[in-house]
């Protein structure tokens, strides 16, 4: 096999602490929240917040979260990536290299692209597996593939692949897995929460400065000024989904959770969005988390224990969450259509024949 016929695929999810307890949860956390793209606010002011509150504070708590979903296996964010890596793998054919990396945590990215490099890749196709764009991840994770690329005497060549919220392949993995828990659960409402982010990292996307949030259907489809705000495409992503499922404009709720602090966050909100359905009529529900592509804190923990006790307790009656796509097979599938769509280097190779 010629060297040129071989090439990478780097799978990036977010990342997880190594295990639940506070002394490992407290290093990913500060190595998470001391991202200027996350904390986008003075280098100071992240400095104090993050050694005075957070640190003190937050690792007990998000320990004790991180108990609850903890498995066998380790990270649920880790184990289900892990997974899907493996079928992707077994389906991308022997001329490619499949890796994975975690932005936070392990392993990272740095090692992998060392593992790559021992295979013999030059050319590699990074594939952050964020639906939607946001600089907190996408463009943190794009960010740090290329600082680790330029630290090596010969870099590699780097192929990005694009948000895909509305790609057919991911809106067809999510309808697979969520069809047939809308139909045994006949909600009146359909959730699709989406991880939340300050207002402002949605109009520091905005180039022109007079598009986004500045007036109430500044979403309502995709422009040039918006093409990389989070939130219309977030609110695309639940268009595509919510009409390849079926589900009526009057039953769909788009809504963000996560929020953070006292800054204004994208709304609405979902915890609140729980507490006043069931005062509308509203008690059988189902929620959908569609900006995440493996199960984790915010969709185990956050959605699947705690808003099914903030809607209960507000007198909902059901409420089913759907899990993510994982590493079912169709979008092990999927992931390979979109990759390949994004870069020939991936695509089968052809033998061409002489005359």
Known sequence: MAPHDRAGLLLINLGTPESAAPSDVRPYLREFL????????????????????????RPKKSGEAYAKIWTGRGSPLLVNTIDL???????????????IAMRYGKPSIASALESLRR???DRIVVFPLYPQYSSAATGSS?????????????????????????????IDA????????????????????????????CVKSDDTGAHCLKRADCCDAIVQ????CYRAQCLATARSLADRLGVPEDRRIVCFQSRLGRTPWIKPYTDLVLQELPGRGIKRAAILSPAFVADCLET????????VETFREAG??????????????????????????????????VPVRTP
Do not use: M
């Open 174 to 201: 999510c309808a697979a897995v969520a069809k047939p828990i809308l139909e045994a659960g006949d909600p009146h409402a359909v959730l699709f929460s989406f991880h939340g982010l300050p207002e402002r990292h």
């Open 85 to 99: 890596a493996a079928k992707v793998r077994a389906r991308a054919g022997a001329t490619v290299t499949v890796e």
């Open 225 to 228: 000024a918006n093409r990389n």
């Open 119 to 121: 295979a013999g890749v």
């Open 34 to 57: 001391s991202d200027p793209r996350v904390l986008d606010i003075p280098s100071w002011q992240r400095a104090l917040l993050l050694n005075l509150i957070i640190l003190p504070l």
């Open 142 to 170: 794009i960010e740090k593939v290329f600082e680790e690329a330029g630290r090596r005497w010969n870099t590699p060549y780097l192929h990005v692949v694009p948000p895909f919220y509305d790609h057919p392949a991911y």
């Open 316 to 349: 909902g009656e059901r409420l089913d969450v759907v899990p993510a796509v994982n590493a079912e097979d169709r979008w092990a599938d999927g992931v390979l259509t979109i990759a390949r769509e994004a870069s020939a280097w991936l695509r089968p190779q």
């Open 300 to 307: 185990l923990e956050e959605l699947g224990i705690r808003a």
